[in-house]
């Protein structure tokens, strides 16, 4: 080799090397164009899966709000920022009702485990990525505002099995949208139905009830088995989404959990000036948290999430204290 062509190859090389960065396109969202095992009613299914991947990674799920999509989720949220900062891939689903791009969580289909409806394509998303990335079974989450916190209510209830924990801002209680319990229309059945009474805070029901709402989601799971833990946000001076929702999730999660329907413990000003944080019971296993003076437009705060759903831990080995709070499933 002469010293030229010795010199030309040393360039060419270093060429190549400069070019490396910029054909390494960053991580961005990926539209996920597969058939799905069971995506009854063709929910749309991006993913974002960040360039730094943590080993056997969580899995977030974010559902929309109403009138969203999937990519406005992507880009109007924090979600693939702290995904990018924390290593676990985030799920972006796409309701399939084009009408008003709202989730189902009125019809039977949707409300029920395996029902068939929008949750059932959804958790065969989660159930997809858990295989095709290797990621952690036992810290899967949900999180979502307003039709997305209502979805986050559905799955959390439906597929106790599934997630891990759940963190809803400005939703509603699992049935509380139902077409039949507080319209009263039974026949026919409306998918993605706008439960108006709901919406006003009128479905008022007894722990009881809400008890058997959940449970009727999916019968054949043990009324004593393991369920995921919830969190609830939601403003008092919601306009959409009345505050009173606020108080039928508290008592339908404390009642399905078996905790005191009065909070435990109460801190002021927690995590913003004027917002009251509740606990109930001693596990930190149900938490609500009142937004003082603040509309449907909830500020998500990225700290509560993090601490929720402990994204910041990055333990590498399965069974290691990572979501200490979880059931451990291989
Ligand atoms: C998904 O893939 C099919 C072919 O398998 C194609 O016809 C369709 O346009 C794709 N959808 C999108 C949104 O890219
Ligand atoms: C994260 O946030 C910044 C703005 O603070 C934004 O420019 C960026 O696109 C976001 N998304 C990701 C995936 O990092
Ligand atoms: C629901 O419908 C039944 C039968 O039509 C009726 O008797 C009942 O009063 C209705 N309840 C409400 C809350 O409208
Ligand atoms: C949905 O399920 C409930 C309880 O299982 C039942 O009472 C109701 O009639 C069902 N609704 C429809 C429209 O089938
Ligand atoms: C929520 O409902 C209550 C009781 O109906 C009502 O007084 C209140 O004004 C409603 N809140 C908003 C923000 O509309
Ligand atoms: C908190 O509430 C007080 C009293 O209503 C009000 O003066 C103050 O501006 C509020 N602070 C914030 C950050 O909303
Ligand atoms: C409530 O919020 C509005 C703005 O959304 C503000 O104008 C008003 O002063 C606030 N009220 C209190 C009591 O903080
Ligand atoms: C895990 O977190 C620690 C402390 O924040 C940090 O020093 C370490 O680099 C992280 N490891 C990975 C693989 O992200």
Known sequence: MTLLSSVRTTLVWLLVALCLPSTTAAASLELVNI????????VGFYIYVPDALAPNPAIVVYPHWCHGDAPTAYMDSSIANLSSEYGFIAIYPDSPNTVDKCWDVASNASLRHNGGGDSTGIVSMVQWTLAHYHADASRVF???????????????GAYPEVFAAGSAWAGVALGCFAQDIAANVTQPEVVDYWNAA???GQVRLSPAAWTRIVHEAYPAY????????????????????????????????TA?????????????HTPLANWTKWTYGQDDWFEAYRAWNVTHNI??????????FDLA?????????????GQKRN
């Open 35 to 42: 058939t799905l095992a069971n995506n009854p009613t063709n």
């Open 142 to 156: 949900v999180t979502g505002v307003s039709s997305g916190a209502m979805m986050t209510n559905v799955l959390v």
């Open 198 to 200: 709901c919406a006003a």
């Open 222 to 253: 043990p009324a004593d088995g393991w369920r995921p833990k919830m969190q609830v946000l939601h403003g008092t001076a919601d306009e959409t989404l009345n505050y009173t929702n606020l108080g039928e999730e508290i008592k339908e999660w």
């Open 256 to 268: 399905v959990l078996g905790l005191p329907g009065t909070p435990t413990r109460t801190q002021y």
């Open 299 to 308: 500020p998500v705060q990225d700290s509560v999430l993090i601490e929720w």
């Open 313 to 325: 831990c990055n333990a590498t080995v399965k069974g290691s204290e990572c979501f200490h709070w």
